[in-house]
């Protein structure tokens, strides 16, 4: 294995691929150590220790810890993710935006620079508000107009900076760069979540059953991992036949092969959308004339995380975005179409609509297996954090209250030992391992699985 690693600096283009990457990885890194200029950083960590498992909690995740100390990277990657959804459903409910998309390489970028656009309309929007909420909690050491300046361009600045790092690991380094920066973030805040674990077990948070509680919840991650990469590498391969034709003198043609169907084609992509689009009325509910609101007030709250109604848009958000994602990057259309030009086709499924037809209705079945993995994997944390508020829900929550308190008040376990921040980190992992290993292939050198140099999938859906 030390060998097959060392295999990636033999080869000069990986090499500064790799290395560029880090670098990238370095400087987001360093910026989470630069203030935003006047903010009581003191008393802002005092805030989110209180509220670790609450929305201000939630929305910390993704920035590595960077809103916990207003960092100039505070509002992190949140505003590019959606921006890039907002364009990416209008690109289906708007003709014209679908017509530049199929422009090819020309309209790609098009649509990429009005990303960017709105992603600094965003990070402004986001910005504002969090000025708004900083001076609110007294936590401004000069507050005024010249604070609120400066934060809003500290804070949009830092978000398109961020934006521009994911975009040049993206093109010049090794996976995806956003992907990446979130994965790095997430990666940091993982020593505060053990040093929480020790803290609890030093002061005996969890009474007699400390050492076993400890065991069973290494075991857990241990299983939540294995169960990722088990269904992450999980396939529907669909068997395709290829006619035989005569090319002069020679037979062409007649071989077998498969078209696999990944059971999660979005990945994590869901996930981090769905948090994304529900993170938004969270920071809207900190403001003070909502809090005061007698309509907005009771909605904010229920839309906080461990709420019913909130875990419920969650689970709904992750299907969408589950489908949303697979109807982009899979066109049933365009595989037929290809099978039909290149003289294949399903054993037993007519060329044509047919063969779109068999193939949207596996893809939908599947993804709703996948978007349901993704819900189990993703509820692990609120029960680990908050639990979920069934003795709040209207007219019925009184039948709720003989639940095990574990079950409505969490357990108050560290959120890092998750399954949303464990599936993104170990779906990122994967897909930057495939990307290396690909790339080492392709160089005739040996990838990292020991028989044919590429990880397999473990199962037929």
């Known amino acids: 294995m030390l060998e097959k690693f060392l295999n990636i600096f033999r080869i ?10 880090l670098g990238i990885l370095a400087v987001y890194r360093l910026g989470a150590f630069i203030p935003t200029p006047g903010v009581n950083t003191h008393q802002l960590e005092l805030l989110f220790n209180a509220q670790s498992g609450s929305a201000l909690g939630l929305m910390d995740l993704f920035g590595g810890g960077n809103l916990r100390r207003m960092t100039i990277f505070a509002l992190g990657i949140m505003p590019y993710i959606t921006a890039s959804i907002i364009f990416q459903l209008l690109t289906v409910v708007y003709e014209p935006l679908a017509r530049i998309q199929k422009e090819g390489e020309l309209g790609r970028r098009k649509i990429t620079q009005w990303t960017r656009y709105m992603t600094v309309v965003l990070g402004a929007l986001q910005s504002i508000g969090i000025a708004a909420i900083l001076t609110k909690q007294g936590l401004a050491l000069n507050p005024g107009i010249g604070f609120d300046l400066m934060t809003v361009l500290t804070l949009t600045t830092g978000t398109a900076f961020i934006m521009w790092l994911g975009e040049q690991i993206t093109d010049r380094g090794i996976g995806n760069g956003m992907s990446l920066l979130i994965f790095a973030g997430i990666i940091a805040g993982l020593p505060r979540g053990i040093g929480d674990l020790i803290s609890k077990v030093q002061t005996a948070a969890w009474g007699s059953l400390t050492i076993f509680a400890v065991l069973l919840l290494a075991a857990g991650m241990i299983a939540v991992v294995a169960f990722i990469v088990y269904v992450e590498r999980s396939e529907r391969r669909i068997p395709i036949q290829s006619a035989r034709r005569i090319v002069g003198r020679r037979m062409m043609g007649g071989s077998s092969s498969h078209l696999p169907l990944k059971v999660n084609s979005g990945g994590v992509m869901p996930v981090i959308f769905a948090s994304s689009i529900l993170s938004a009325p969270l920071l809207f509910g900190q403001m003070e004339w909502v809090q005061n609101n007698r309509f907005f007030q009771p909605i904010i709250q229920a839309l906080a995380p461990g709420y019913p109604w909130y875990e419920l848009l969650y689970m709904l958000g992750i299907i969408f975005f589950a489908y949303f994602y697979v109807s982009i990057v899979m066109k049933p259309d365009d595989i037929a179409d290809n099978f039909r030009k290149s003289g294949s086709f399903i054993p037993g499924i007519r060329p044509g609509k047919r063969t779109s ?19 189990i ?19 019925i929550g009184r039948f709720f209250e003989s639940l095990p308190a574990w079950a409505t008040h969490g357990l108050g376990v560290n959120f890092y030992f998750g399954g949303t921040s464990l599936l993104i980190v170990v779906g990122v992992a994967m897909d930057t391992v495939n990307q290396i290993e690909s790339q080492l292939i392709m160089r005739h050198y040996d990838g990292f699985s020991p028989r044919s140099g590429r990880i397999r999938g473990r199962k037929n859906w």
């Open 377 to 395: 994997i993703s509820l692990v944390p609120t029960f680990l954090i908050s639990g979920i508020r069934f003795d709040k829900i209207w007219l």
């Open 12 to 21: 000069p283009d990986l090499r500064k691929r790799v290395l560029f990457t």
């Open 357 to 375: 037809d068999f193939i949207n209705d596996i893809l939908t079945r599947i993804t709703l297996v996948g978007a349901i993995y993704l819900i």
